[in-house]
Nanobody
Framework: QVQLVESGGGLVQPGGSLRLSCAAS????????LGWFRQAPGKEREFVGAVRGSGGNTYHYKDSVKGRFTISRDNAKNTVWLQMDRLNPEDTARYYCAAGRPILSALRQETGYMYWGQGTQVTVSS
């Protein structure tokens, strides 16, 4: 079992930045692909980005966040981060960290991940 705890959400003005953290416990962290998803009110949860595990460390991002969001991981600290820059109101959502071993074709799908955090709220508003 892997437990995931997100932190770092909050209220930020458009154009601002936030850094979300996801701390993991249990399991073998380095083996897992770590994904970030988000869910806005009234919308389905959607893929934001992911970093593969087991030494692959390849990065994948939703098109609308490419160049603004950056994922990083530290296997020694069992932590993954989501750096979010140039935020806009459309980024407002609850952000979730997830861990799993999805095949490449499932990397952007919720069903590819076995473990989920409780989420952290990000609100972009002036």
């Amino acid at each position: 079992q892997v437990q995931l705890v997100e932190s770092g959400g909050g209220l930020v003005q458009p154009g601002g930045s936030l850094r979300l953290s996801c701390a993991a416990s249990g399991g073998t962290f380095r083996q897992y692909t770590l994904g970030w998803f988000r869910q806005a009110p009234g919308k389905e949860r959607e893929f934001v980005g992911a970093v593969r595990g087991s030494g692959g460390n390849t990065y994948h991002y939703k098109d609308s966040v490419k160049g603004r969001f950056t994922i990083s991981r530290d296997n020694a600290k069992n932590t993954v981060w989501l750096q979010m820059d140039r935020l806009n109101p459309e980024d407002t959502a609850r952000y979730y960290c997830a861990a799993g071993r999805p095949i490449l074709s499932a990397l952007r799908q919720e069903t590819g991940y076995m473990y989920w955090g409780q989420g952290t709220q990000v609100t972009v508003s002036s």
